[in-house]
């Protein structure tokens, strides 16, 4: 593990040194990148004869259970296809609601290392979440927006976007469900109905979005940031250019609701403050990381994924490289940093207690369609050693 030194951000660091240049190669493209944020092809990925024939092909790695220690497991009876997002109840560390490109959203009893149920689509999900501990909303693909009762194992189908939904989230301060898609809308939908609220056009596709209390933060195509209030949607709040130099891929708000963090898939994170004033946003900075060196070659990976610890603010990120890392986001350092996982890290989501953190570590087509590792979600025990920022 490099020393925390080598991950702090720095000042200026995007300022090229005179005295010698990094040879770095950057392993995304256009193509690679989730294969789908770039470019639109319905009939690709809607094809259930393309979907099984690429499943056919895909040689499974048995090897990573032998990664796993006395802190940390595989969970079992794992999606068939690749993981898009794993989310915790809001009440208990014990379920987690996970969403699968094999067209399922499953529940699993985490202390019990089980599926407790799973429900179809009929396409790919792209995202997941839940609205209370007995309901799961989750689209995809197939635009359809589902709303599951786990209680009665029944579905409900409260709407639907013009183009596949990418982003489900649930704002408990203003009781609403919101979602974001590539038909370049965000949508509010009254859980209690169920129905839909109102439709926001946002000035390009929708790849990212996060509740910062009563407020949205929504990411786009074209680096576009744009804040909203939910609880007046007349008009947008604030609107920003993303502060690094390449494609959004996550953006997640801090639990304090003072900020969010917006991360690339060039291998960098910025910290944002939401308070638009010239002396809070002199706090904000961005700095490098999930980069490897081989070969005296700068490896630079997207970053997919982050997540908060609710108890701490700080937060984990997880990138292509297999690699997730712990941040103090208030002194500028690294507080830890986990093994090196089968592939890459799709999706992280700490428990509400702050006590677990989940890991899916599922390919992201880097490389196109080739062999590789298992997709698997991985459950580890966090500690305050690896979780609570250092005094100072």
Not at 287 to 315: D, M, W
Not at 335 to 361: E, K, M, V, W
Request: net charge positive; hydrophobic share 30%.
């Amino acid at each position: 593990m490099s020393s925390i030194s080598e991950d702090r951000p720095k000042d200026g660091e995007d300022k090229q040194n005179n005295s010698a240049k990094k040879k770095t190669r950057t392993v995304f493209s256009r193509s690679q990148v989730y294969q789908l944020e770039s470019t639109f092809d319905m009939k690709r990925y809607l094809s259930s004869s393309e979907r099984a024939c690429l499943a056919s092909r895909i040689q499974r790695n048995s090897t990573t259970n032998t990664m796993t220690g006395s802190n940390e497991f595989k969970l079992n009876q794992g999606p068939e296809d690749s993981i898009s997002a794993v989310k915790f109840s809001p009440s208990t560390a014990q379920f987690l609601l996970v969403s699968s490109w094999d067209s399922t959203v499953r529940l699993y009893d985490v202390g019990g290392n089980s599926m407790r149920m799973k429900y179809q689509h009929l396409a790919p999900v792209l995202d997941c979440a839940f609205y209370d501990p007995t309901h799961a909303w989750s689209g995809g693909l197939d635009m359809q927006l589902k709303t599951h009762d786990l209680n009665t194992d029944q579905d409900t189908i409260v709407g639907t976007h013009d183009a596949p939904i990418r982003c489900v989230e649930f704002c408990p301060e203003v009781n609403v469900m919101v979602t974001g898609s590539w038909d370049r809308s965000v949508r509010l939908w009254d859980p209690r109905t169920p129905c839909n609220a109102g439709t926001f056009t946002q000035p390009e596709k929708v790849y990212t979005l996060s509740v910062a209390g009563d407020r949205l933060i929504v990411g786009t195509a074209g680096r576009r940031v744009l804040v909203w209030d939910l609880r007046n949607m007349g008009y947008v709040q604030q609107r920003r250019e993303s502060s690094l130099k390449y494609q959004t891929r996550c953006i997640r708000a801090f639990p304090n609701k003072q900020g969010y963090v917006l991360s690339s898939i060039e291998g960098r994170v910025a910290v944002e403050y939401l308070d638009p004033s010239l002396e809070v946003q002199k706090k904000k900075y961005a700095f490098k990381c999930h980069r490897l060196k081989e070969n005296g070659i700068e490896q630079v990976y997207p970053v997919n994924a982050i997540s908060f610890h609710s108890v701490h603010n700080t937060f984990a990120t997880g990138g292509s490289d297999g690699f997730v890392n712990i941040w103090d986001p208030f002194n500028k350092k690294r507080l830890c940093q986990f093994h090196r996982y089968p592939t890459s890290i799709a999706s992280l989501a700490f428990s509400n207690d702050g006590s677990t953190l989940a890991i899916a570590s599922s390919y992201m087509q880097e490389q196109g369609d080739i062999s590789h590792p298992e997709d698997a979600i991985f459950i580890r025990q966090v500690t305050d050693a690896e979780t609570k920022p250092k005094s100072t």
